[in-house]
């Protein structure tokens, strides 16, 4: 028979004040490397950008103002989408990385940032597979035993997080595009830039919300595909606007 936990269980307590610890440190350690955008490099022509700052303030600000464990998916697919920044010939476009100026920009020292970004991104996602339990396990479900019946123990917000997740995608899509009919102008470096936080952040609320309890798990899911196009359709369109050579 299933055991039921209650809401003063010691242990779902302590859970929640550390989901509240682990996402304010999140929030400062991505505050800090946005921080790090903002500030002018003089060993490295790499200039501040509010844009390219935009993805971890954002995500910063996200973890700082709820308590959703869905959040932590959402800072996986910043760390892990960031990734491809450590390409010189990608950030040209949409920014240099500068966490990798600190550290060096040989080609050891890009793969060695690389593999912190994805050991972040790993550990983000195993702590959402954790804490997302805090939701409530009425509405997972599993091949093995059945678990202890947990309460809710924080607002689930998931539902509202899949509806962003495809506006986000969708506008992910069209930014590329409006990029190429506003290339004479100059725009489109900026727009693509703003094109791929959208992406990333729809693709980021998708997962936190495809693999949480959900009613719009279908909506989640579209909202991870659009992003995930997005995010592609807008480096292909950065390299046909901006013709990225070889790295």
């Known amino acids: 028979m299933t055991s039921t936990l209650s809401t003063d269980t010691p242990n779902l307590k302590l ?6 610890r682990v996402l304010w440190g999140w929030a400062l350690l991505l505050a800090a490397l946005g921080a790090l955008h903002l500030t002018p490099m003089r060993s490295e ?9 935009l993805p971890y303030l954002a995500c910063a600000a996200l973890l700082a103002s709820s308590l959703q464990p869905s959040y932590l998916a959402m800072v996986a697919a910043v760390w ?3 990734v491809i920044l450590l390409v010189p010939s990608v950030g040209a476009v949409f920014g240099a990385d500068p966490l ?3 550290l060096g920009n040989s080609s ?3 793969i060695v ?3 912190v ?3 972040f991104m790993v550990t983000a996602w195993n702590q959402f597979l954790f804490y997302r339990l805090l939701y409530g396990s009425a509405s997972f479900h599993g091949v093995g035993p059945p678990p202890p019946f947990i309460p809710p123990m924080v607002e689930n917000r998931t539902d509202r997080m899949a509806e962003w997740s495809g506006m986000l995608g969708f506008l992910s899509l069209m930014a590329p595009i409006l990029a190429m009919g506003l290339q004479g102008a100059g725009l489109s470096r900026p727009i693509l830039q703003v094109s791929l936080v959208l992406a990333t952040f729809g693709l980021g609320a998708g997962l936190g919300s495809a693999f949480s309890p959900t009613s719009r798990r279908g ?9 995930a196009l997005g995010y592609l359709l807008t480096l292909a369109v950065g390299a046909v606007l901006r013709g990225f050579p070889p790295a």
């Open 80 to 82: 892990g989408l960031s």
């Open 219 to 227: 909506t989640a899911l579209r909202g991870m595909l659009l992003g």
């Open 117 to 119: 970004r994805i050991l």
């Open 15 to 20: 859970g929640v004040s550390r989901l509240r």
């Open 45 to 53: 022509p790499v200039v501040p950008s509010l844009l390219a700052a």
């Open 108 to 110: 050891v020292e890009r």
């Open 113 to 115: 940032v690389a593999l």
């Open 100 to 102: 990798g100026v600190l």
